[in-house]
């Protein structure tokens, strides 16, 4: 426990007697100080007891003593110790009575108690109790080394809880809860995810302090290197004391070589993942489920998706690599959520996951880009669901979905998309759309000089398929019209309708030339 006025009174060598101010006796003393300047507030800090025998105040004039204790209150000093037997025999009236007015503490000192023993008192005591709290944060230190090594970052939490008399909870990369202890912190530490977002836009190591209404939360970030890799949150009643102190950095340590030497595993499992997926794509799905073992559980036995996703544009080097922040999204949505996920780096501008079908990844994949939508960070593709057996394809699936995707401006584009709607709004491409009007800007020259409407004839033959009565009813003609209107759009593009590839042509190119501008 600190030193404290109290603690000073019951000492019994110093036989210090309470004038004033009994009830503010519990204050913690910082320091014992000795000054007889009139004025001693410019040279304190704040939380000293001060020892004066009175040999330059005016101690007995009313007025001179009530600005006197007063300077001394607003400065924080937190009690006067008066010498009697010095310069006067017992506390003057008036500076007993100005300490009274401000309930300020006034300790008799009595003359057999030089000042000097106090300061010893004092010293002793912040001693004694900087020793009791580096003690108690080694214990605290070998505690919770016990707790992670032997059960992990959870065990660590409830250690640290126990020990701050608080609360604790452990952040990954995304600012999602990971664990806390006690259980009911969980729903206190989801409400600081914001603050973690915050902190983590801040090189480590960075710390916070959030005052709450219940509570008093210290957020400590968790990383060796410049990109934070994951935070710990701390919440008491009341500022930390020194052994809750060490209590904390030993557990931020603890937590960074944890979350340091899982960056190593990771990179381990990245580059056997890297080496499981070549098997998959080259039809090798056994030779694959050998290697991997139990690390992918039964991501590999099916059903699951293969997602690739890619850059947008032109990054920001200083900015956050969209890629990077997705691989570390769907990985802790694995982690939250226990499902298994292989997700493969392919250096800093593509990234390959497969991911269960329907599971909490690919949740996270299309709630990831949908908040990315906005700023075009990245592009996604995601094959229809598949087995091991078809991993190849499923790939296939993915690049074309990502190169629809690319096209049309858009976050992420799945495969059924492409499989279930129609060929048509591909035709929006603008190199699709050059060549329509390069092939049908004869019949629309033609058409403008008001000599025939070729091109609206040609579009509803194709679309009869040829057949001449029904056609001509569309169009309101004789079909002996048509016939020469079609023999005019052969003679003018210079190539036979009999040609089922030049039918074909021509009415995709109809379609091109009136698809919507892609989004």
Request: hydrophobic share 45%; glycine share 8%; aromatic share 4%.
């Amino acid at each position: 426990m600190p030193v404290t006025l109290a603690s000073l009174v019951q000492h019994s060598a110093l036989k210090l007697t309470v004038r004033a101010g009994e009830d503010r006796l519990g204050t913690p003393v910082r320091w014992a100080h000795v000054s007889e300047l009139a004025d001693p507030v410019p040279y304190m800090e704040g939380g000293e007891l001060l020892l004066v025998t009175a040999m330059t105040l005016d101690a007995a004039d009313r007025e001179s003593m009530r600005r006197y204790v007063r300077r001394l209150a607003g400065a924080g000093v937190v009690g006067l110790g008066f010498a009697v037997g010095v310069n006067y025999d017992d506390i003057p009236e008036a500076l007993l009575e100005a300490a009274q007015e401000e309930d300020f503490p006034l300790l008799e000192v009595p003359r057999r108690t030089p000042f000097l023993a106090i300061s010893k008192a004092v010293s002793a005591a912040i001693a004694a109790d900087q020793y009791r709290a580096v003690t108690a944060g080694f214990e605290a230190q070998r505690e919770l080394t016990r707790a992670a090594l032997a059960e992990g970052p959870a065990a660590l939490l409830a250690k640290l809880a126990s020990h701050v008399d608080g609360w604790a909870a452990l952040y990954d990369t995304t600012g999602a809860v990971v664990a806390a202890a006690p259980d009911w912190a969980t729903r206190r530490a989801a409400r600081l995810t914001a603050d973690v977002e915050r902190l983590r836009e801040r090189p480590a190591p960075a710390s916070a302090v959030v005052g709450g209404t219940d509570d008093r939360v210290e957020l400590q970030s968790l990383g060796t290197g410049r990109r934070v890799r994951g935070a710990l949150a701390v919440g008491t009643g009341a500022p930390l004391g020194t052994a809750e102190r060490y209590a904390v950095h030993s557990a931020v340590a603890l937590l960074t070589l944890t979350t340091e030497r899982s960056r190593s595993l990771q990179a381990a499992e990245q580059r056997l993942g890297a080496a499981v997926l070549r098997m998959m794509l080259s039809g090798q799905p056994d030779h694959a489920r050998a290697v991997a073992g139990d690390l992918y559980g039964g991501l590999l036995d099916a059903p699951f998706r293969v997602l690739i996703a890619e850059p947008a544009g032109e990054q920001d080097p200083a900015a956050e690599h969209p890629v990077h922040t997705l691989a570390e999204s769907l990985e802790s949505a694995a982690a939250r959520s226990g499902e298994a996920v292989l997700t493969v780096p392919e250096g800093d501008d593509r990234l390959i996951v497969l991911a269960a079908d329907a599971g909490a990844v690919v949740l996270a994949c299309e709630t990831y880009a949908e908040r990315e939508a906005e700023d075009a960070g990245l592009v996604v593709g995601m094959s229809a669901p598949t087995g091991p057996i078809a991993a190849g394809a499923a790939y296939k699936q993915a690049e074309q979905a990502l190169s629809v995707a690319r096209r049309r401006g858009r976050a992420l584009v799945e495969h059924e998309e492409l499989a279930a709607g129609s060929v048509l709004p591909l035709l929006a491409d603008d190199a699709v759309r050059a060549f329509a009007d390069g092939m049908l800007r004869a019949l629309y020259e033609h058409d403008a000089t008001g000599r025939g409407d070729l091109v609206a004839s040609l579009r509803a033959w194709l679309s009869r398929h040829g057949q001449w009565d029904a056609a001509a009813a569309d169009l309101g003609v004789h079909r002996h019209t048509l016939r020469y209107r079609m023999r005019r759009v052969e003679e003018i593009l210079g190539r036979s309708l009999d040609d089922p590839d030049v039918r074909m042509e021509l009415w995709l190119a109809l379609k091109a030339t009136s698809a919507p501008e892609p989004e």
